[in-house]
């Protein structure tokens, strides 16, 4: 196996156990405190900075394997958070090799893009679809919130995710 394979597998590698211990801490382990009986929403955060790192083809496979892993928790979503988190992923993928730059600021705009666009998505298909009263009050006290906690451990995500990249990378001077 080449060099610039194995570099790449191992990355591969630390991207699913960094999946793994977002999924743990988001559905399993109490790491992050409740507030007002709030938890973060952490596999969006991860799935998303991994494909502005890796590009839109990874990104969404980590984005399908960040939703499955959601997926088997939730009684209700169908495997609504795997197609989500796969389509974002992509997205967030080719805009940013066309139009945007790999920075702090962009992970921060795109994260809390497809975090409230989850959370309304989520409350328009599962809660006012099936009929159930008090969508938007759910919305609004539960589910903003929510997105409000996962949105303050962005920069925590970007900074992990950005220190695996550069520890495997390929550099061409090494070898």
Same mark, same amino acid.
């Given at each position: 196996m080449r060099v610039q394979t194995k570099i790449k597998v191992k990355r591969y590698a630390v991207y699913g156990v960094i999946i793994l211990l977002a999924h743990a801490f988001q559905n399993i382990l109490t790491i992050f405190p409740q507030i007002a009986s709030v938890r973060p929403v952490l596999l969006i955060s991860v799935a998303v900075c991994i494909s502005m790192f890796e590009g839109e083809v990874v990104g969404a496979v980590a984005g399908l394997l960040s939703g499955a892993l959601w997926d088997t928790l939730t009684v209700t979503a169908d495997g609504y958070n795997a !197609?989500? +988190?796969?389509?974002?992923?992509?997205v967030c993928g080719v805009l940013l090799r066309i139009f945007m730059r790999n920075n702090i600021v962009t992970y921060i705009m795109m994260? @809390?893009?497809? @975090? #409230? !666009? *989850?959370? #309304?998505? *989520?409350v328009l298909f599962f809660i006012t679809a099936r009929g159930i009263d008090g969508g938007a009050e759910m919305l609004l006290r539960y589910y903003f919130p929510m997105s409000i *906690?996962? #949105?303050? +451990? @962005?920069? #925590?995500? *970007?900074?992990?995710?950005?220190a695996v990249n550069r520890k495997f990378s390929f550099n061409y001077t090494e070898y």
């Open positions: !197609l989500f +988190l796969m389509v974002a992923c992509g994260n @809390t893009g497809f @975090t #409230l !666009l *989850y959370f #309304l998505s *989520y *906690y996962s #949105l303050v +451990l @962005t920069p #925590l995500w *970007y900074a992990i995710i950005r």
